[in-house]
């Protein structure tokens, strides 16, 4: 009988200390505090070592700690959800929760973004992200959001895009003959290959490296953090300083499921993403110049370029697609201070 009394009194001693760990909010190990777990597949383009891929993965770390694994992200590297056009039709339809992508190539969505395709566009970094960030990046996430796709930040600043060739490249006359890759999906991108004097090849990314090692292209242009990561240097011979591109990466969910997550969960999840953000495009600009030295140190010869020449020769491309987006908009994005 006085182990019956005792065991009934260890119960309510059991029962009190749940109760007060469940007052005081601490998590028991294991538990899924506040609700069930949300589990997000974020696909990406980049391949594993990547600054994007990196980030990924800091964000998944961060977000599961800051809302106590009720909302957990599986990083998906290197295309296996698809390339960027199927990551992105994806979110549209909801069957990718998350993606990882440039912001550009939402002009399949939003046909006004096809303006951020044009090379030679911007002043510098800050012209960009105070159009991106500003009234027009507004604007451009507002239809988007129509569309299901929510921007959580656009701040995954990537590297300045250049030319990886098996010969030189120059200027536009010594880029007769160079077949080139181009993201698939992206019309503008072949006008402006061919008015810079290349062939274009348009191809998915995940079909990249193969492509150049096989000979169905001759070129790619990238930033040197995804040729090196990448291993794409190890196919080529010359990278031709082109500088013909600046863009940003954006971090999306699906409308629907942001919505389906408890207010303070979506909002841990868009301020970190911008917290992570920050530190990528660190991460990526601050690389650059080893990257160089360690590509060349294995063969590879950077060469100056005429940016003059390549710049000339794209304006007829702005004309041609000028009423793609109209001249008072493209104006508004060469005007923005």
Same mark, same amino acid.
């Given at each position: 009988?006085?182990?019956? $009394? ?9 029962? &009190? ?21 949300? #589990? ?9 070592? /990547? ?11 961060? &977000?599961?700690?800051?809302? @106590? ?23 549209? !339809? ?15 969505? #939003? ?15 800050? /012209?960009?992200? $105070? ?6 990046? *507004?604007?451009? =996430?507002?239809?988007?959001?129509? $569309?299901?796709?929510? #921007?959580?930040? *656009? ?10 060739? $098996?010969?030189?490249?120059? =200027?536009? %006359?010594?880029? =007769?003959?160079? %077949? ?13 290959? @061919? ?5 274009? &090849? ?6 990249? +490296?193969?492509?150049? @090692?096989?000979? #169905?292209?001759? *070129? ?8 090196? =990561?990448?291993?794409? +240097? ?9 500088? /013909?591109f600046v863009y940003t990466n954006c971090v999306l969910v699906n409308t629907g499921f942001l919505q389906s997550l408890p207010a303070d969960v979506q909002k841990i999840l868009r301020d970190t993403t911008i917290e992570v953000g920050e530190w990528q495009t660190e991460l ?6 080893? !990257?160089?030295? %360690?590509?060349?140190?294995?063969g590879i010869t950077f060469l100056e370029t005429d940016v003059e020449a390549f710049r000339a020769a794209v304006q007829p491309v702005y004309k041609k697609w000028e009423s793609k987006w109209g001249k008072e908009f493209y104006d508004r994005i060469v005007n923005t201070r």
């Amino acid at each position: 009988m006085l182990l019956a $009394k005792r065991t009934t009194r260890a119960g309510r001693w059991s029962l &009190v200390l749940f109760a007060g760990v469940m007052i005081l909010g601490v998590s028991l190990p294991g538990a899924s505090w506040g609700g069930e777990t949300k #589990v997000a597949k974020l696909g990406l383009i980049a391949p594993v070592g /990547h600054p994007v891929q990196q980030a990924s993965e800091r964000l998944a770390k961060l &977000v599961a700690e800051r809302t @106590q694994n009720r909302l957990q992200i599986q990083v998906y590297p290197g295309g296996t959800l698809g390339g960027e056009i199927d990551l992105r039709d994806g979110l549209s !339809l909801g069957t990718v929760q998350m993606a990882g992508i440039g912001y550009p190539i939402l002009n399949g969505i #939003v046909k006004e973004m096809e303006v951020l395709n044009l090379y030679y566009l911007w002043r510098d970094r800050s /012209h960009m992200m $105070k159009v991106i960030n500003g009234p027009i990046g *507004a604007e451009f =996430n507002q239809q988007l959001r129509a $569309k299901n796709v929510e #921007v959580l930040t *656009a701040n995954w600043q990537q590297g300045t895009r250049q030319t990886l060739t $098996k010969r030189p490249a120059r =200027n536009p %006359k010594e880029f =007769n003959g160079i %077949k080139i890759r181009v993201t698939a999906g992206v019309p503008v991108y072949i006008d402006l290959w @061919q008015a810079m004097g290349a062939i274009t &090849v348009p191809l998915p990314f995940p079909e990249l +490296y193969s492509a150049l @090692q096989q000979g #169905v292209v001759d *070129a790619v242009e990238l930033p040197l953090d995804w040729m090196y =990561n990448g291993k794409f +240097y190890k196919l080529g011979k010359h990278i031709d300083l082109t500088s /013909h591109f600046v863009y940003t990466n954006c971090v999306l969910v699906n409308t629907g499921f942001l919505q389906s997550l408890p207010a303070d969960v979506q909002k841990i999840l868009r301020d970190t993403t911008i917290e992570v953000g920050e530190w990528q495009t660190e991460l990526v600009l601050g690389q650059e110049k080893d !990257l160089r030295q %360690k590509m060349e140190s294995e063969g590879i010869t950077f060469l100056e370029t005429d940016v003059e020449a390549f710049r000339a020769a794209v304006q007829p491309v702005y004309k041609k697609w000028e009423s793609k987006w109209g001249k008072e908009f493209y104006d508004r994005i060469v005007n923005t201070r």
